[in-house]
């Protein structure tokens, strides 16, 4: 149980691609082909939809109070390191509001920005702590569960993106990078790493030096976003 909150290291950090990050991996694509092939069962079943959500919920809601908590009680508090203002922590908050009010306006925004930068960190973990840390558990079970309700809406409720939707999801981003990189420079912080890259490796470090990466994550961003909607162009969706 030390283990399991213990925010000292002892001489062990995660390691990218080791057992434990490939169960992980592979736990995420279990979990969605598990909702694809019964999606029909569940969307017919107003109870299965109901619990569907609700362990997703779970899955958003639980970790993140777990890690404040851990940040309470560990003495972590710092607005500079520890507000929900990364990219992942904001479309996780947008995947709560989503799964509760089934709303058509934060869907696009959960599903195309949710599963892309969720996706992302599952592959290139900005992660220190190791399993069995609770940390390393936060932070899998959070983008998992972004990941999941995105395509809850897609196959079980039916909602479907747009061609204008992604334009209005790359207008919220860049809204979101001047409040963002606003509150960076007056907290001396580097949410959304808009000051610089984060220092484990991500596919950040391939991008280029400052500030040129941000234009660059701006086109892989559109790129993604495009690549995302192309099974639903002319009734192809799943």
């Known amino acids: ?26 736990a995420l694509i279990a979990l969605a082909a598990i909702l694809f092939r019964f999606r029909s069962n569940i969307a017919n079943h107003r109870r ?22 851990w940040y309470a009680v560990e003495g972590l508090w710092n607005v500079r390191y520890t507000l929900p203002l990364e990219l992942c922590s904001i479309t996780q908050l947008l995947a709560v509001a989503m ?30 702590y190791p399993f069995p840390h609770f940390r390393f558990f936060h932070f899998f ?8 309700a995105s ?3 897609t196959w079980i409720e039916r909602f479907r993106p747009t061609w204008k939707s992604i334009g209005a999801v790359m207008i919220f981003l860049n809204v979101l990078v001047i409040v963002v990189g606003g509150l960076d420079y007056g907290l001396d912080a580097n949410y959304m790493f808009l000051r610089h890259k984060p220092e484990a490796a991500s596919l950040l470090s391939l991008l280029g030096p400052y500030p040129y990466y941000l234009a660059v994550e701006e086109l892989i961003a559109l790129a993604i976003f495009t690549l995302m909607y192309l099974p639903f162009i002319r009734g192809k969706q799943p």
């Open 151 to 153: 395509l809850y809406m």
């Open 1 to 26: 149980m030390h283990a399991f909150f213990d925010s000292e290291l002892s001489g062990s950090r995660f390691q990218a691609y080791s057992w434990s990050h490939i169960a992980m991996i592979a």
């Open 141 to 148: 079970i959070a983008h998992i569960a972004i990941i999941l």
């Open 48 to 69: 299965a939809r109901y619990a569907v959500r609700m362990i997703l919920l779970l899955g958003l809601v639980v970790p993140e109070a777990g890690l404040f908590y």
């Open 99 to 128: 799964l509760l009010t089934r709303s058509r306006l934060l869907y696009p925004i959960v599903f195309f920005a949710g599963i892309g930068g969720a996706l992302q960190a599952m592959l290139t973990p900005d992660l220190i």
